[in-house]
């Protein structure tokens, strides 16, 4: 049995604005129009695998849900209640896969990697599931095509194949120029794509013989697993007690059969905007364009517009990207000082480090279209079945103008439906609910009116998703 396991965890500040805490790239549409997620699952159809694993943080449980929903694709999401790098993640989806099938295999796969060519890697698969299916822990190491700074390598003892495994002599963090370019003469390095194709019970004996301590805490997290709705919860207190590390350091760089197989499939993991700008489409300028943009004398740049028309001129080698609610501007060479910018308004508290101005939740989403003092406005979209919480408000009142679709709203004791271009107002201190009983989605305009707009001015009574 072949699993495909994602790992979904990342945050992605390098491609902010576009990626958000809340929401991170992993769960856009980066390089394609599905998101990467979906995009990650689906180059794997023709292999027929098993239902995936999908291993992500509990704030992206219902965008995980929804994804996997709209894809027809059925699979364990598992949670994570802490960030532990990937060696512990990867070990709760060993057990898991294991409690299916004692001999599975596990494909192991970062949600949010790019492949241009998805038949070579489904070629490379071919040798290295015939080495993991003897117990050995297979990576697969990118063949590289420049002296990249920006990524780890992996030095193969023997020439790198494509058609075999080859022992791995060690792993080496991300190099200087110089020494990037050595590793790219030799031929014998190769770019860490963190893929890998092992046994799931190979990984666990693995890591008990090199890190017993880190298995053992994620042992006592299995074993205190809960379902909740479509989620796998494990024990919060156990896993976070568990040490942070990555697979390589944990367990692939002492193994002694760990190989690797040489991949050259167009891969990338999109880790900045530069890299971004390096496997899109491009006009005869070099520019990769997207959305509402004009340029006129432009070259060698990357310009995203997502809500409004963009217009550059006379610019080259720049990074614009513009949001709702932010634009940023940036010299290529500057891609990875983006983090830098997330970070900053992380630690002065300003909400566009985490959220977009479309925030999704599981009945569905809203648009903050605008806030002022003491009231402000949202586009609320509900999908078919949506239903909110029952909940009240103490620091303010609600207008509801229904634009399509049908609502069934609890007001208090009574209980009604509104149709397109109907109104009704939810007073502050009422106890409310929205709901959409219809087939199609229910979009509606909220105005808010209060001394308080705060997200947290929130009393729940009853939420059929189990939130706080």
Avoid at 111 to 122: E, N, T
Avoid at 292 to 317: F, N, T
Avoid at 335 to 357: F, G, I, M, P, Y
């Amino acid at each position: 049995m072949l699993i495909p396991v994602v790992l979904a965890g990342g945050a992605g500040t390098r491609l902010w604005p576009m990626s958000r805490a809340s929401h991170p790239k992993q769960f856009l549409p980066i390089s394609g129009r599905r998101s990467m997620l979906v995009e990650t699952l689906a180059r794997f159809d023709s292999l027929s695998p098993a239902a995936p694993i999908v291993v992500c943080q509990d704030a992206h449980r219902f965008l995980v849900a929804e994804q996997l929903r709209e894809a027809g694709v059925t699979g364990d999401i598992l949670l994570e209640p802490a960030l532990r790098n990937t060696a512990p993640a990867i070990a709760l989806a060993a057990l898991q896969a294991f409690d299916r099938d004692e001999n599975a295999l596990m494909l192991v796969l970062p949600a949010d990697h790019a492949v241009a060519d998805p038949k070579a890697l489904i070629e490379a698969i071919a040798p290295a599931r015939a080495a993991a299916e003897q117990g050995r822990l297979v990576t697969f190491g990118v063949s590289p095509t420049r002296a990249e700074t920006g990524y780890g390598y992996i030095e193969a003892a023997e020439t790198p194949s494509a058609d075999s495994a080859v022992p791995i002599r060690r792993f080496v963090e991300k190099p200087d120029a110089e020494t990037a370019q050595s590793y790219l003469d030799s031929g014998r390095y190769l770019w860490n794509s963190g893929m890998f194709l092992m046994r799931a019970d190979r990984y666990l004996q693995a890591l008990e013989r090199q890190r017993s301590a880190m298995l053992s805490a994620v042992k006592s997290a299995w074993e205190a697993r809960q379902v909740d709705l479509d989620f796998l919860r494990v024990g919060a207190e156990a896993f976070s007690a568990c040490e942070a590390e990555s697979i390589d350091y944990a367990v692939m760089e002492d193994a002694p059969d760990a190989s690797v197989v040489a991949l050259d499939a167009g891969w990338s993991d999109v880790g900045s905007w530069q890299s971004l700008w390096e496997i899109s489409a491009r006009d005869e300028d070099d520019n990769a364009l997207r959305g509402d943009v004009i340029v006129d004398g432009v070259s060698g740049s990357l310009i995203h517009s997502e809500s409004r028309l963009v217009a550059a001129i006379g610019v080259s080698d720049l990074m614009i990207v513009e949001t709702p609610d932010a634009v940023m501007v940036a010299h290529r060479d500057a891609s990875q000082a983006v983090k830098r910018v997330a970070e900053t308004l992380k630690r002065q508290n300003r909400t566009e480090w985490d959220q977009h101005r479309r925030v999704h939740r599981p009945w569905g989403s809203y648009d903050g279209v605008h806030a002022a003092e003491r009231y402000q406005v949202k586009q609320i979209s509900v999908r078919p079945g949506g239903r909110l919480s029952l909940q009240k408000h103490f620091h303010r009142a609600e207008h509801w103008i229904v634009v399509r679709g049908t609502a069934r709203v609890t007001r208090g004791e009574e209980t009604f439906l509104l149709e397109e271009n109907q109104s009704t107002y939810i007073p502050l201190g009422v106890v409310h609910r929205l709901e959409n009983p219809g087939k199609i989605e229910l979009e509606l305009i909220e105005v808010q009116s209060g001394s308080y707009l705060g997200e947290d001015d929130i009393e729940r009574f009853d939420d059929v998703y189990r939130r706080d």
